[in-house]
């Protein structure tokens, strides 16, 4: 059982990052919704902005990083372009295209998922600049809160769909 | 019958009034909503345009194992840093303009959304 350098950060950019954005996700919506005034002792204001800043600020970076590594480090192994007689196989882009019936996986799946997905980090920013600007004083602002929850459940939703796309393509044409 | 006005504030109202931080003026995340609503309009103009031009995509490959991404995606970046420290001075101290700017973001990102979805882009 080994895994190669462009696996590992497949890895890296798919499961490890992908799971912490995740978890900062459940966390960070959890933190969201229950953050009222109403619902809170002055006690429980202070307490649960903690993790809200903490929630929203590492879904924000994650995300970036997630785009980074994807864009910078994986997609140039992804896009190879093959050499004439070559074995398609480790060309993921240029097998995909040589089949019919897996063409869309690049012309619609990567397509799509290789420009969505740097539309989350600006999301997620956002959100990060909202709580981390307002911070208490969101206990007491309900229109605000609600805008930067829905903002940062279409972070989540956006990086969602880049995420499947990219396991879904990473299992028709793996990066060799 | 005791009118609201006169009747005894409660220990909880109390604590709660005065430890309720002061309101904070909109204008920040205002510049912020811009911003990111500016940028993510950006990506998908630029991806619709690169589409529709070759010379244009071509000249978006400011790296060759990235391709166009490259181009596309710096921009959108530059536009987002640079819209934000642009906009969060001027309105720092500024209020009311959450509703505008929230329109605003929704508008641009749905338009930016749109201009990164194939089926669209293709059409050009």
Do not use: C
């Not at chain 2, 205002?30 to 103009?45: E, P």
């Not at chain 2, 244009?56 to 391709?67: D, E, M, P, R």
């Not at chain 2, 596309?72 to 959450?98: C, Y």
Request: hydrophobic content about 55%.
């Amino acid at each position: 059982m080994q895994l190669g350098n462009h696996e590992a950060w497949a890895l890296v950019h798919g499961m490890f990052l992908g799971g912490i954005f995740l978890l900062a996700f459940s966390g960070g919506l959890s933190a969201f919704y229950g953050y009222r005034r109403q619902w809170l002792t002055p006690a429980g204001i202070r307490e649960r902005i903690v993790r809200l800043d903490i929630g929203t600020s590492v879904m924000a970076v994650v995300a970036w990083l997630t785009v980074l590594t994807g864009t910078w480090v994986v997609y140039p192994w992804y896009r190879t372009p093959a050499p004439k007689g070559a074995d398609l196989h480790n060309y993921p882009r240029a097998y995909l295209l040589a089949h019919p019936l897996l063409m869309n996986w690049h012309n619609f799946g990567m397509e799509w998922k290789e420009h969505i997905a740097w539309i989350a980090p600006i999301l997620a920013t956002v959100v990060a600049i909202g709580v981390l600007y307002y911070e208490r004083r969101l206990a007491y602002e309900p229109g605000v809160r609600r805008l930067l929850e829905g903002i940062f459940i279409a972070a989540f939703v956006t990086a969602a769909i880049a995420g499947a796309f990219g396991a879904l393509i990473t299992k028709a044409a793996p990066i060799p | 019958m005791v009118a609201e006005s006169q009747k005894p504030i409660t220990p909880t109202e109390l604590e709660d009034r005065s430890t309720e931080p002061r309101h904070k003026p909109d204008g920040p995340l205002a510049a912020a909503l811009i911003a990111g609503g500016v940028a993510i309009f950006t990506l998908g103009a630029v991806t619709t345009l690169a589409q529709a031009n070759t010379g244009f995509s071509n000249a978006l490959v400011w790296n060759q194992g990235v391709g166009a991404l490259a181009g596309k995606t710096i921009i959108e970046v530059v536009v987002f840093i640079v819209g934000w420290a642009v906009l969060a001075p001027l309105l720092w101290r500024r209020d009311g303009l959450l509703r505008l700017a929230a329109v605003a973001f929704v508008m641009l990102a749905v338009l930016g959304y749109l201009g990164t979805f194939p089926t669209f882009f293709d059409l050009f």
